[in-house]
């Protein structure tokens, strides 16, 4: 099985794109799955055809699905949904007030990766084709598995444990004549054993599937862009973040090009521009390829336009497969700070120059130029040094206080031999 993640900023055409994919490699005979994580999903709409929370078949080996929070919380979140309630009750709180209060911000991407995992588990289709949200809450749905990861190992046990002895404690004051304060405590409905390991089942389930988008023999993430200058600064950001949390990227596409054939004055400024960004593309993400889709002279919507699209972006290329295989830019935790690493073959030390400023490291060889865009977890770092292993730039990221630290050591222990 193939999972293909489609991201980036709101409006780049992310969904035409992830639908003309799904499209291809239904017609290359794979059973696809389409399925949309946006809250404000378009999906629909990009086949100009209804969809639902169920797969919906929309033409031969394609299905399509747009994920309903509710539908998945009543199947996935039942049991500690009725603990909930029945907390909430307690409290005096309506349950339709309920209902909403569950609806937190974040559900709607948190239950889009367990019907991910489902389907993943089924093994009905052969691709499934990912229609994220825009960047933030997809990154935002990407590091769930993480964060409950260490929620899980180091909190769950102590509140697993905490409850099972307050359980007995509070059943204890209730049988004795207390105030009416002490037996508003003592008639808080505590969680029993089935909740929390519902709980528990819940996150290792995302647990599992952390471990199937990291792989990138089964998944990968493709970024989509328009040739602009926020649009790239956002795409870069993500693109490092991504290999922040471990997850594979084999391509970016660039999005509606503005045609050679378009002769038309009111165009050249845009074209211009577009030449240009286009080079700061192919910098910024080497060495992941950069697919080209032109601007076509109407609305990307139906099946006919969606194969258009396919024909277009992917040419006699199968989009099931791996596009990039090889070494990427890689950032990993190290101690208290971060070490990164770039591809960069035929280059040695001396060629290169290095620059950050805030959350920007500009890697400069010769007369080109590479600007990328740190994520905030390397805000408050300085890259304390730079080398090369094999064709790798190897950068380490400590942070600001370590270094003083190191230089204090330093000037104690020269003070001490005097």
């Not at 899980?152 to 905490?162: E, G, N, V, Y």
């Not at 990328?372 to 094999?390: C, H, K, N, Q, Y």
Request: hydrophobic share 40%; proline share 5%.
């Amino acid at each position: 099985m193939r999972i293909i993640l489609f991201t980036g900023k709101g409006g780049v055409g992310k969904t035409s794109v992830a639908s003309a994919t799904a499209l291809r490699t239904a017609q290359l005979g794979y059973p696809t799955l389409v399925i949309s994580t946006d809250a404000a999903h378009s999906l629909a709409d990009s086949f100009d055809l209804e969809l639902n929370h169920e797969p919906t078949e929309l033409a031969e080996n394609l299905w399509g699905q747009e994920v309903s929070a509710l539908a998945e919380m009543e199947e996935n979140w039942s049991v500690i949904q009725a603990y909930v309630e029945e907390v909430f009750a307690w409290g005096g709180i309506e349950e339709i007030l309920v209902e909403e209060l569950m609806a937190f911000p974040g559900i709607d991407e948190l239950f889009s990766l367990l019907e991910i995992k489902k389907h993943h588990d089924e093994g009905r289709f052969k691709v499934i084709v990912v229609d994220c949200a825009p960047t933030g809450e997809t990154l935002r749905m990407l590091s769930f598995p993480d964060i409950t990861r260490w929620w899980m190992d180091r909190l769950f046990p102590l509140q697993r444990k905490a409850t099972g002895l307050a359980r007995p404690l509070m059943k204890a004051i209730s049988r004795f004549p207390v105030t009416k304060d002490m037996k508003a405590v003592a008639g808080i409905p505590m969680p029993d054993n089935r909740i929390m390991d519902s709980v528990e089942r819940f996150f290792d389930r995302l647990d599992q599937l952390q471990k199937i988008l990291s792989d990138p023999v089964q998944s990968s993430v493709r970024l989509v862009l328009n040739p602009e200058k926020m649009v790239i600064k956002e795409a870069q950001r993500t693109y490092t973040y991504l290999n922040l949390f471990g997850f594979p990227s084999d391509a970016v596409i660039a999005n509606r090009i503005i045609p050679d054939e378009v002769n038309d004055a009111y165009f050249d400024a845009w074209k211009r521009a577009q030449e240009k960004y286009g080079k700061e593309v192919e910098e910024a993400f080497y060495p992941l390829p950069i697919l080209k889709l032109p601007l076509f002279d109407r609305e990307i919507v139906g099946l006919e336009m969606l194969k258009r699209t396919a024909d277009k972006l992917y040419g006699e290329t199968d989009p099931s497969g791996l596009l990039y295989k090889g070494e990427t830019q890689k950032v990993v935790k190290k101690g208290r700070g971060y070490q990164m690493s770039i591809p960069l073959p035929m280059v040695e030390k001396k060629d290169v120059e290095l620059l950050q400023r805030e959350y920007e490291l500009i890697v400069k060889i010769g007369n080109r130029r590479r600007d990328i865009v740190l994520p905030r977890a390397l805000a408050g770092m300085r890259a304390s040094g730079a080398r090369f292993e094999g064709h790798k730039l190897i950068l380490d990221f400590v942070p600001e206080g370590n270094e003083k630290e190191e230089r204090n050591a330093k000037r104690g222990v020269a003070d001490k031999r005097q």
